[in-house]
């Protein structure tokens, strides 16, 4: 059986309309390249009026490389990041920011529902001063986290403000940003540089488009020299209109809320027919699109046979079912009825 959706990813998904027709408008004629382009100038002030603030916007192609280059240019070689102990940065990008800043190392630290503390923060700065140890010079912040929870603006602006009392700078990996808007329902800038976050990794691709993620430097001063960090690394797109220009169509009209509002209500509309009809808790609190939930052995292994993908190693355990801008009503109602039909038989 397959159901031509699956909760394994919100990567799964394909383009949205409103990105798919604003490349398919970009593919016309000829157009200047590597940025210089009226699609990616366009992209770039729309994404200062969503943020309300004059800030240095670059796309790159992926996430791993926008979190990669945004913290080596925060940081020197024998400086070290501060991150979640689930944070991608952490357990999913190979090495990547390490490699990118020449060596500086991530300090992983524990915290409940995936989240970060003031405290935490303080501690792993104190802890050590001498010389021989990595001198803490980041925080990284993932928003939303990896097991689906969100920062919300009070306990960022104590975070950063920890943070920038102990003279570090703080990136937040927004892989999942605009979910944690939605959800919280706040303005992008209360998430962002009014709480005290200096750079920004905003994430495209789980909110509908084909490829493409956009650095967002609050602090311009720390851009210096990063069009040839994306250059050096290879995210220098030289057709860079077809990055950029789906980011118009999404932002035109606020469609990436209207999708990451749409994937949060099925998310939880997912976690609720857990609950009430197989009396499956969630492990975390269902604050964006992901849900997080022990299965039974017997469910688990039923739900594989009948075709459903989903992963069981991310995050903190558990199955990770990630909903995503298209995941339809019927889609998770079926997943429900599987999941009763299985318990029911067990």
């Not at 057709?239 to 990451?260: C, Q, V």
């Amino acid at each position: 059986m397959t159901t031509g959706q699956h909760f394994a990813s919100d990567n799964y998904a394909g383009v949205c309309p409103e990105a798919l027709a604003a490349l398919l408008a970009a593919n016309d004629g000829h157009v200047r390249s590597y940025g210089d382009d009226q699609w990616t100038l366009r992209a770039a002030d729309r994404l200062r009026e969503v943020f309300a603030t004059d800030c240095d916007v670059y796309f790159v192609f992926n996430g791993t490389a926008a979190n990669s280059l945004a913290l080596a240019a925060l940081c020197q070689s024998y400086h070290s990041v501060i991150c979640h102990q689930l944070a991608h940065v952490e357990t999913d990008e190979c090495g990547a920011p390490e490699f990118f800043s020449n060596g500086a190392k991530l300090l992983a630290l524990a915290g409940e529902e995936g989240k970060l503390t003031p405290a935490a923060i303080e501690e792993a700065v104190t802890r050590r001063t001498d010389i021989h140890y990595p001198k803490p010079k980041v925080v990284t912040l993932t928003q939303a986290s990896e097991v689906g929870t969100v920062y919300r603006p009070d306990e960022l602006r104590a975070l950063t403000a920890t943070a920038h009392e102990l003279g570090l700078r703080v990136h937040m990996d927004g892989a999942r940003f605009a979910n944690a808007v939605a959800g919280l329902g706040v303005a992008p800038a209360d998430l962002t540089w009014r709480a005290g976050v200096d750079v920004l990794c905003f994430g495209g691709t789980k909110m509908g488009l084909p490829v493409g993620e956009a650095v967002v430097f609050f602090d311009r001063r720390l851009a210096e020299d990063f069009a040839y960090r994306c250059k050096q690394a290879g995210q220098l797109a030289s057709k860079m209109r077809f990055l950029s220009a789906p980011w118009l169509g999404i932002l035109e009209n606020d469609s990436w809320l209207r999708h990451a509002a749409h994937a949060n209500a099925m998310a939880r509309r997912l976690a609720s027919g857990l609950a009430e009809a197989a009396g499956l808790q969630t492990l975390f609190p269902v604050d964006a699109n992901g849900v997080f939930v022990h299965l039974p052995g017997v469910v688990e292994q039923g739900l594989r046979a009948r075709g459903w993908l989903f992963y069981t190693f991310i995050g903190a355990g558990g199955a990770r079912l990630m909903c995503g801008w298209d995941t339809a009503p019927e889609t998770v109602d079926r997943f429900l009825a599987d999941v009763r039909e299985l318990l029911a038989a067990s």
